[in-house]
T-cell receptor
Framework: DTGVSQDPRHKITKRGQNVTFRCDPI?????LYWYRQTLGQGPEFLTY????????KSRLLSDRFSAERPKGSFSTLEIQRTEQGDSAMYLC???????????????FGEGSRLTVL | AQKITQTQPGMFVQEKEAVTLDCTYD???????LFWYKQPSSGEMIFLIY??????QNATEGRYSLNFQKARKSANLVISASQLGDSAMYFC??????????FGAGTTVTVRA
C-alpha cells in the first residue's frame, strides 16, 4: 500500500500525559499537512511542511503542540500535557507541488483518533 | 471570516435520485481551486472532484458533477443516481495561493432504500 499511513490509529490517554502521532506520506510527495477534526465538524488546519521546512502553524496550535518532519520524509505531531479539549481525530495529508502548479489535491491518511480522559 | 460555508447539516435522499449539496466560498485570490471530499463512517477522506477558478466548464467525475457559479461564489456538488454507499459526510474545500485547503463544516447525506 503506497498511501498515507498514520500511527497509531487510536490513542487513549490520561490528561497531562504526552502523546505522539506519526505520519508517513506518499513517498514522492513534498508537502505534508496536519489537520484536526472534532466530531461533526470539518478538518481544521494545524500546520504544514514543504520538505523538511515547517512553513505555517495555525493559531490553533498552542505551545503544547509541536510537529517535525526530519529529512522531509515522515512527520511526527507531539502533544504535551494533554487536555480533554485535545480529544479529536488528527489527520495527516500529503501532496506534490512543483513551482506552485498542480491542483493541490490532498491525499489523506485514515487519521489518529485521540481520546483524553 | 468563514472561507467555506455549507448550510445543510444533513440531507436525506432516496436511492437512485439525485441530490445537490450546497457550498459557497469567500476569497479575494483570483487563482483558487475547489474540492469535494467524501468521509464515510470509517473516517478516511476520499477525493471526489476538483474545479479550478479558471476552468470554463463544470467539472464532472462519473456520477459527481460540480455546479460552479463563479460570480455567486458557489460550487455545489450534484450526486446523480444515489446509491446506499453514498451515505457519508461530504466536505467542500478551497485551495488558495498557499496550497493549503480550508474546509467547510460538512453535510451528512443519508441515502434511503
Amino acid at each position: 500500500d503506497t498511501g498515507v499511513s498514520q500511527d497509531p490509529r487510536h490513542k487513549i490517554t490520561k490528561r497531562g500525559q504526552n502523546v505522539t502521532f506519526r505520519c508517513d506520506p506518499i513517498s514522492e510527495h513534498n508537502r505534508l499537512y496536519w489537520y484536526r477534526q472534532t466530531l461533526g465538524q470539518g478538518p481544521e488546519f494545524l500546520t504544514y511542511f514543504q520538505n523538511e521546512a515547517q512553513l505555517e502553524k495555525s493559531r490553533l496550535l498552542s505551545d503544547r503542540f509541536s510537529a517535525e518532519r526530519p529529512k522531509g520524509s515522515f512527520s511526527t505531531l507531539e502533544i504535551q500535557r494533554t487536555e480533554q479539549g485535545d480529544s479529536a481525530m488528527y489527520l495527516c495529508a500529503s501532496s506534490f507541488l512543483t513551482s506552485g502548479s498542480g491542483t493541490g489535491e490532498l491525499f489523506f491518511g485514515e487519521g489518529s483518533r485521540l481520546t483524553v480522559l | 471570516a468563514q472561507k467555506i460555508t455549507q448550510t445543510q447539516p444533513g440531507m436525506f435522499v432516496q436511492e437512485k435520485e439525485a441530490v445537490t449539496l450546497d457550498c459557497t466560498y469567500d476569497t479575494s485570490d483570483p487563482s483558487y481551486g475547489l474540492f469535494w471530499y467524501k468521509q464515510p463512517s470509517s473516517g478516511e477522506m476520499i477525493f471526489l472532484i476538483y474545479q479550478g477558478s479558471y476552468d470554463q466548464q463544470n467539472a464532472t467525475e462519473g456520477r459527481y458533477s460540480l455546479n460552479f457559479q463563479k460570480a455567486r461564489k458557489s460550487a455545489n456538488l450534484v450526486i446523480s443516481a444515489s446509491q446506499l454507499g453514498d451515505s457519508a459526510m461530504y466536505f467542500c474545500a478551497m485551495r488558495e495561493y498557499d496550497y493549503k485547503l480550508s474546509f467547510g463544516a460538512g453535510t451528512t447525506v443519508t441515502v434511503r432504500a
